[in-house]
C-alpha cells in the first residue's frame, strides 16, 4: 500500500510568520511530488511541483524535498490570512508517473 | 481556455438510481483522472484514461464505470446509486511527459445519496 502522510492540524500561525507543512511518503520509488491548496468547499489548486533533492523557491512559497529520507515539506513566508485552507501532498508511484497518491491533507490556520 | 469543467455542481440521487458525471477539458491534454473525496480523508482514484479509447481502474473503481471516446471528455457512471458513494467528485487532467505529471482539477460534483 503506497501512502503519502500529513498531519491533519490544524497548523495555526500568525499573519506575517513562516508556515511549515510536512509529508512523508512510503513508496520509495516516487519520484515526482506535489502540493496542492484546497479552499474549503472547492477544488484542489496546484501550487507546487518538485522533482530533484533539494529546495525549489516559487514567490513565497518554497517546496523542499529528501529522497534519502522519503520527505517533502512545503515553507509558506510571509503567511497571509489568504493561505488559511488545507494542503495536500501528492507522489507519483514507482515506475510510473501517471497516477498520483494523495495524503490527506493539512489544514492550516493564519491568524490575525 | 476554460481548463476542466463538470457538470452537474450538485446532485441527489435515491438509492438505486443512475446518473453520468460529466468531465470536459480543453488543453489537449492526453491523460484524465476521476477522484472521489470523503470528508476528512484525501483524493482516491477511481478510474484514469491515458488517451482515447483507454481507461483503467484506480484505487476504488467498483460501483463505477468510464469510457473517453474522445480526447476532451471523459464521463463517470454510476450504476445503481448507493448510500457508500456519497462523495465529492473530482476530475482531473494532465500532459503526462516523463516524469511530469501536474494534474489540473475540475470545480467538482457534490453528489448525496439517499
Known amino acids: 500500500q503506497k501512502e503519502v502522510e500529513q498531519n491533519s492540524g490544524p497548523l495555526s500561525v500568525p499573519e506575517g510568520a513562516i508556515a511549515s507543512l510536512n509529508c512523508t511518503y512510503s513508496?520509495?520509488?516516487?519520484?515526482?511530488f506535489f502540493w496542492y491548496r484546497q479552499y474549503s468547499g472547492k477544488s484542489p489548486e496546484l501550487i507546487m511541483s518538485?522533482?530533484?533533492?533539494g529546495d525549489k523557491e516559487d514567490g513565497r512559497f518554497t517546496a523542499q524535498l529528501n529522497k534519502a529520507s522519503q520527505y517533502v515539506s512545503l515553507l509558506i513566508r510571509d503567511s497571509q490570512p489568504s493561505d488559511s485552507a488545507t494542503y495536500l501532498c501528492?507522489?507519483?508511484?514507482?515506475?510510473?508517473?501517471?497516477?498520483?497518491?494523495f495524503g490527506t491533507g493539512t489544514r492550516l490556520q493564519v491568524t490575525l | 481556455n476554460a481548463g476542466v469543467t463538470q457538470t452537474p455542481k450538485f446532485r441527489i440521487l435515491k438509492i438505486g438510481q443512475s446518473m453520468t458525471l460529466q468531465c470536459a477539458q480543453d488543453?489537449?491534454?492526453?491523460?484524465m483522472y476521476w477522484y472521489r473525496q470523503d470528508p476528512g480523508m484525501g483524493l482516491k482514484l477511481i478510474y484514469y484514461?491515458?488517451?482515447?479509447?483507454?481507461?483503467d481502474k484506480g484505487e476504488v473503481p467498483n460501483g463505477y464505470n468510464v469510457s473517453r471516446s474522445t480526447t476532451e471528455d471523459f464521463p463517470l457512471r454510476l450504476e445503481l446509486a448507493a448510500p457508500s458513494q456519497t462523495s465529492v467528485y473530482f476530475c482531473?487532467?494532465?500532459?503526462?511527459?516523463?516524469?511530469?505529471?501536474?494534474?489540473?482539477f475540475g470545480p467538482g460534483t457534490r453528489l448525496t445519496v439517499l
Open positions: 482531473a487532467s494532465s500532459y503526462l511527459r516523463g516524469e511530469y505529471n501536474e494534474q489540473f
Open positions: 518538485i522533482y530533484s533533492n
Open positions: 513508496d520509495r520509488g516516487s519520484q515526482s
Open positions: 501528492a507522489a507519483t508511484h514507482t515506475g510510473t508517473a501517471s497516477k498520483l497518491t
Open positions: 488543453m489537449n491534454h492526453n491523460y
Open positions: 484514461s491515458v488517451g482515447a479509447g483507454i481507461t
